[in-house]
C-alpha cells in the first residue's frame, strides 16, 4: 500500500489523511481513496464520545508500529 499521497511531515511525526466509516461490520484498514488521497479506516465503534476515534488509534498504532493519534477531524 502506498501512502505517499496521504502522508506527510508534521512536526515531531506525520500527518496521515484518512476517510473513517464508522459501526462497519468489515473493520479494518483498506486502502488509499484514489480520488481523495486518504486512506479508508473502517471501525464497529459508532462515532460517539470519540469511541471511532479511539479504534482507528489502535488499528493505525498496530498496523504503523508507532503510536498514532487523532488530532482532528469531522464531527
Known sequence: MDLSKCLR????????????????????IQDVDPWRHRLVVKVRAPPEGGRANE?????LTEALGAR???????T
Open 9 to 28: 511531515p508534521s512536526g515531531d511525526g506525520a500527518e496521515l489523511d484518512i476517510i473513517v466509516t464508522p459501526n462497519s461490520t468489515t473493520p479494518g
Open 55 to 59: 479504534e482507528v488509534e489502535e488499528l
Open 68 to 74: 498514532a493519534t487523532v488530532s482532528r477531524g469531522h
